[in-house]
């Protein structure tokens, strides 16, 4: 499953509009239950680094703040090892242009997002955030990851 949060700040229970005034600490993420038999950590870091820029401090294209912050949330060391392990490859390889800003932290202070929030793509597809930067990404996700959808 794939629920839309807040983690990562010091307030209990933050709104949407809370985090996106940027005085909570929260970042926006994704809280991802998986089944490793089924998928691994390891592919789900390859769709995190694929499917935004890590390279781009506190923000994603348009979207300014802290709470746009390119972080993972690790639940155990085992994840965090993967994920900085990863990080450092992508770093040495050079894979961007530009430097790695990816935090990585452990999970603290996470709360669901409002329901509105919960499918909000295909919810509003017509919305002009979702034409304009949701969709290119689905699109392209759905390109590069195809074999592995079901």
Same mark, same amino acid.
């Given at each position: 499953?794939?629920?839309? @949060?807040?983690?990562?700040?010091? &307030?209990? +229970?933050?709104?949407?509009?809370?985090?996106?005034?940027?005085?909570? @600490?929260?970042?926006?993420?994704?809280?991802?239950?998986?089944?490793?038999?089924?998928?691994?950590?390891?592919?789900?870091?390859?769709?995190?680094?694929?499917?935004? +820029?890590?390279?781009?401090?506190?923000?994603?294209?348009? +979207?300014?703040?802290?709470?746009?912050?390119?972080?993972?949330?690790?639940?155990?060391?085992?994840?965090?090892?993967?994920?900085?392990?990863?990080?450092?490859?992508? %770093? +040495?390889?050079?894979?961007?242009?530009?430097?790695?800003?990816?935090?990585?932290?452990?999970? %603290?202070?996470?709360?669901?997002?409002?329901?509105?929030?919960?499918?909000?793509?295909?919810?509003?597809?017509?919305?002009?955030?979702?034409?304009?930067?949701?969709?290119?990404?689905?699109?392209?996700?759905? &390109?590069?990851?195809?074999?592995?959808?079901?």
């Amino acid at each position: 499953s794939v629920v839309p @949060g807040y983690a990562g700040g010091h &307030k209990a +229970d933050p709104t949407y509009k809370e985090v996106c005034g940027g005085q909570t @600490g929260h970042a926006e993420v994704a809280q991802v239950v998986f089944d490793p038999s089924v998928v691994s950590y390891d592919e789900l870091l390859e769709v995190f680094w694929f499917v935004h +820029d890590p390279t781009q401090l506190n923000r994603q294209g348009n +979207d300014i703040g802290t709470q746009y912050r390119s972080v993972i949330f690790y639940h155990n060391e085992a994840q965090k090892n993967a994920a900085s392990k990863y990080l450092k490859q992508l %770093n +040495d390889e050079k894979v961007w242009d530009a430097p790695i800003v990816t935090q990585i932290n452990p999970i %603290n202070n996470y709360f669901e997002a409002e329901d509105y929030h919960h499918d909000y793509y295909e919810n509003n597809p017509g919305n002009p955030y979702c034409q304009s930067v949701v969709r290119p990404k689905v699109e392209k996700f759905r &390109k590069v990851f195809a074999d592995r959808l079901n």
